[in-house]
């Protein structure tokens, strides 16, 4: 089934001059317009394009990249904002419309928003900032430890907010944030935790990050790279330490408590020695 405001891949049955004809089952032949055709384009191709809605709202086909497809999240910038409501660019030519009904705040031209991209009840696309129409408060289908999109949103008394997957609310606790991160931007990361109530607590890093032990030896051979000395101990700032390694202060300090347990390292004022260097 060919949908609206999604990605589709699509048969070529006939070149004409205004441009391709595409199988769309149910929904009939596309055009695909002259000037989006790749060149040496023939009958029986498969082309990926997007599925939009022209200027009287009839499907037509693109291969303009869209920011975001219904049922996805995006942080998108306001382009114009007139008597009816605001417009975003999201890639295409025909700019997306956010009703003022669908406005948190009312928005503003030149500033971005965080929004979710939907189908109205018309079959018309448009987008919301009223997310927690559509974003869920509650896990579900999701494991601890599961790799995951995020889409980094507002910052909270305990840390940030995230959707993750398009689906879910989730949380990056402040401890968890090894590097800063904006509004709007785009990153992969880990379910670290779903908790009783069904709340996501999420880890910019895999949790657990293999075994303690098999990043000692990660550990062992930076410091024999760096002449048997690095300056990060248990007490290094987060930041530093996810800089240099990419883990946790927790996964760390477990790493080198092992490595000094064993008698590999010396753990100094300002940072870890090789016992024998």
């Known amino acids: 089934m060919v949908n609206v405001g999604r990605y589709e891949r699509l048969k070529v049955t006939r070149i004409e001059d205004i441009g391709a004809r595409l199988d769309a089952g149910t929904m009939g032949e596309l055009l695909l317009p002259a000037r989006y055709v790749p060149s040496g384009c023939k009958p029986g191709d498969l082309l990926m394009v997007f599925v939009s809605l022209d200027s009287e709202d009839r499907p037509i086909a693109t291969t303009e990249k869209a920011k975001a497809q219904v049922g996805e999240a995006a942080w998108l910038k306001v382009v114009s904002v007139t008597e009816v409501g605001a417009f975003l660019d999201w890639g295409l030519s025909k700019d997306l419309f956010v009703p003022f009904s669908e406005q948190r705040v009312p928005m503003q031209e030149g500033r971005s928003y965080l929004v979710y991209v939907y189908e109205d009840n ?25 790799e995951v999109s995020l889409l980094i949103g507002d910052q909270t008394d305990l840390g940030v907010k995230a959707i993750v997957n398009h689906e879910f609310w989730g949380l990056l606790y402040q401890d968890q944030l090894f590097k800063s991160v904006r509004k709007g ?12 109530d069904g709340k996501i607590e999420l880890s910019l890093y895999e949790p657990g990050y293999g075994k303690v032990s098999e990043f000692a030896e990660s550990v062992l051979d930076a410091l024999k790279k760096n002449n048997g000395f690095l300056p990060l101990t248990d007490k290094s ?16 300090k477990q790493a080198i408590g092992a490595l000094y347990k064993k008698h590999l390292i010396l753990i100094e004022k300002d940072g870890i020695r090789l016992q024998d260097s």
């Open 185 to 196: 931007q785009r990153m992969s990361g880990y379910v670290k935790r779903i908790r009783p």
């Open 237 to 252: 700032p987060p930041e530093a330490i996810y800089e240099t390694f990419n883990v946790s202060k927790s996964v760390f």
């Open 122 to 146: 018309t079959g018309r696309l448009a987008a919301t900032t009223k997310l927690n129409r559509f974003i869920k408060d509650r896990a579900e289908g999701l494991t601890e430890r599961q």
